[in-house]
Nanobody
Framework: VQLQASGGGLVQPGGSLRLSCSAS????????MAWFRQGPGKERWFVAA???????SYADSVKGRFTISRDNAKNTVYLQMNNLKLEDTAVYYC?????????????????????WGQGTLVTVSS
């Protein structure tokens, strides 16, 4: 599976961006898809994920502002980011987890995700 993230850019505080991550390979619908981000000088942290049954989970810092969605027909996952803040500045990575979990659950740690995209830079600045 290869993942290609796009949609990053420069945006003012309060603005919006939509990130996309296109996947090649088979069985996209059978994978949990997630977004992580890595700010300057920081570790890579969980942002949001959507499971095979479209259960979603978000980091507390982005709840109510970010929305993750997927289009299995297009092998693409999206991250709609609204009301962006300075602290959202980071490189955003998409990732895929092929494990199946019971119930409404998604993994939030990097080792669970076998596949990673190259990252797209989001800069929030006035």
């Amino acid at each position: 599976v290869q993942l290609q993230a796009s949609g990053g850019g420069l945006v003012q505080p309060g603005g919006s961006l939509r990130l996309s991550c296109s996947a090649s390979g088979h069985n996209f619908g059978g994978k949990t898809m997630a977004w992580f981000r890595q700010g300057p000088g920081k570790e890579r942290w969980f942002v949001a994920a959507i499971s095979q049954i479209e259960f979603t989970s978000y980091a507390d810092s982005v709840k109510g502002r970010f929305t993750i969605s997927r289009d299995n027909a297009k092998n693409t996952v999206y991250l709609q980011m609204n009301n962006l803040k300075l602290e959202d500045t980071a490189v955003y990575y998409c990732a895929a987890d092929s494990h199946w979990y019971s119930g409404n659950y998604v993994a939030k740690t990097k080792p669970n995700y076998e596949y990673w995209g190259q990252g797209t830079l989001v800069t929030v600045s006035s």
